[in-house]
């Protein structure tokens, strides 16, 4: 009887086996889940102008509220992989949640800078809840649900951000700007319950010790890398703090990697990241978030700049988030058939075929530039580019690495991501300080300097689909529950 009360409690409790579960539950909880952890990167945009007021500090300051964000999220994803893999992608998905409740909690309550930085970077924190969940689904799910799965799951990154930037700017317009970080932190609530109540216990698959001078090592040298890249142009790129971060950063990684390959069990196994196919797409996720990144920087200027510029639409930050909302939602709304369309020839076309399409949209910029309805055009066009690409990826990594790293793997491809979204934001940032104009006193990017900037969206997204090219001919990718034998180990791997 004691035996049968204690597994009673445990499947009660803990979350019941994978076999009870229902499939449609666990992915909606998932794609909740991935919603409401992107929706975090958004959540401060419309405040950007206000928070120097709001905190009693500068501009440049206020600045780090977004920079430090960035740089949690890309330290704690991969470490939250490789514990997923040690310890369960539920556990840990429950874990990044906590850090995610807090940073809400202590942003709410924040009324000087140090508080708000603090709670900034316990929501990146939570950020790797996003590719738990990806890897979780290998785990919980029958093998004909998971390609259609994946790629919802995926584009609910799209739709947080999308959605994020209008809710949070009509909040921020008509009740008090700490309004947002409650809801957020009741948002976060709700996920964490339903991932209890909802999402099966996922065992750990991996085995070995947790590398901690692994861990310390990714996390300064990204940090470095993220600072120098991210700060460079308020510090100048030819500043001896910028350079020296950047100079700290190519050491500390360079060591990173020496030792990575040494140690017995490593943070990120560098013999399966450089298998062609890891490798090849990780490369192509930091060219497609570059190019991703893009024109949601370039556009949302556009709609707020003012009319008598002759190019900018003069929209209120409400309005011009309600134009960019619907690009969001079309990255949900084009999942299904781009996991047709990886069932059928293989997720490598998928990758190439949504690259074509952002490079599409971008093209389609050179005369679209000039109204609403045509920016509506580009960032939908763009953003159903990028929601085949977000749902390829994915399963091209889980189709070439074993179950036990699934977790590890898919986390250290959104680090790629974030890496492509980070320079984007700075060549982006460059050429538009570069090529201006001035107008009443005040010194405002070009239209040169716009167009400019969309083509390199265009020529990086037609880099993504060459880089894709280069992947096996009919990449790995039927994303099934087997295991991916080890590859031999030989230098052409290493």
Not at 21 to 36: C, L, Q
Not at 368 to 386: A, Q
């Amino acid at each position: 009887m004691r035996i049968v009360l204690t597994i009673y409690l445990r499947e009660t409790l803990v979350g019941g086996s994978t076999s009870a579960a229902r499939p449609g539950g666990i992915v909606s909880v998932m794609a909740v889940a991935g919603i409401v952890a992107s929706l975090m990167q958004t959540l401060v945009v419309p405040l950007i102008a206000e928070l120097p007021n709001l905190l009693s500090t500068t501009a440049s300051n206020a600045s780090w509220v977004i920079t430090v964000t960035l740089l949690a999220g890309a330290v704690t994803t991969p470490v939250t992989g490789r514990l997923g893999d040690l310890y369960g992608k539920r556990l840990m998905m429950l874990v990044c949640s906590a850090p995610l409740i807090a940073g809400c909690v202590v942003c709410a309550l924040a009324g000087s800078l140090t508080p708000m930085i603090i709670g900034r970077g316990l929501q990146g924190m939570g950020m790797g809840m996003i590719p738990l969940g990806i890897s979780a689904l290998r785990d919980l799910l029958p093998p004909e649900r998971l390609g259609p799965s994946i790629a919802l799951l995926s584009s609910s990154m799209g739709i947080g951000g999308a959605l994020g930037l209008p809710i949070a700017a009509a909040v921020a317009e008509y009740a008090s700007w700490r309004v947002l970080f409650w809801g957020s932190a009741v948002l976060s609530v709700l996920v964490a319950v339903l991932i209890w109540l909802l999402v099966p216990v996922t065992p750990g698959r991996a085995s070995g010790r947790f590398d901690v001078a692994g861990v310390l090592g990714l996390g300064s040298g990204l940090v470095c890398l993220l600072l120098g890249v991210s700060k460079g142009a308020d510090w100048g790129w030819t500043s001896g703090t910028t350079l020296g971060l950047l100079s700290v950063a190519l050491v500390v990684l360079l060591l990173w990697g020496w030792w990575e390959l040494r140690v017995k069990d490593p943070l990120v196994d560098l013999r399966v990241t450089a298998r062609r196919q890891v490798l090849l797409t990780n490369l192509a996720s930091i060219v497609v978030g570059f190019s991703m990144y893009a024109q949601a920087l370039i556009v949302m200027q556009i709609l707020q700049l003012p009319a008598a510029t002759g190019y900018g639409l003069g929209q209120s930050m409400l309005a011009a988030g309600l134009w960019m909302a619907p690009s969001g939602l079309m990255m949900m709304a084009v999942s299904p058939l781009g996991a047709r369309l990886s069932a059928a020839r293989g997720p490598k076309v998928t990758l190439i075929a949504g690259s074509l399409v952002m490079a599409l949209g971008y093209g389609s910029s050179t005369v679209l530039l000039g109204s609403t309805w045509g920016l509506l055009i580009v960032t939908c066009v763009c953003n159903i580019g990028v929601g085949l690409a977000y749902g390829a990826m994915p399963a091209l990594i889980m189709g070439a690495v074993p179950r036990s790293e699934t977790a590890a793997a898919n986390s250290f491809n959104t680090l790629m991501r974030s890496i492509g979204t980070t320079v984007s934001a700075a060549v982006v940032g460059v050429v538009l300080s570069q090529m201006t104009i001035r107008l009443g006193g005040h010194v405002l990017p070009s239209e040169g300097g716009f167009r400019a900037g969309m083509l390199i969206g265009c020529a990086t997204a037609l880099i993504a689909a060459a880089v894709t090219l280069a992947l096996p001919a009919r990449a790995a990718g039927r994303t099934t529950g087997r295991d991916v034998p080890a590859e031999p180990v030989t230098a052409a791997t290493t």
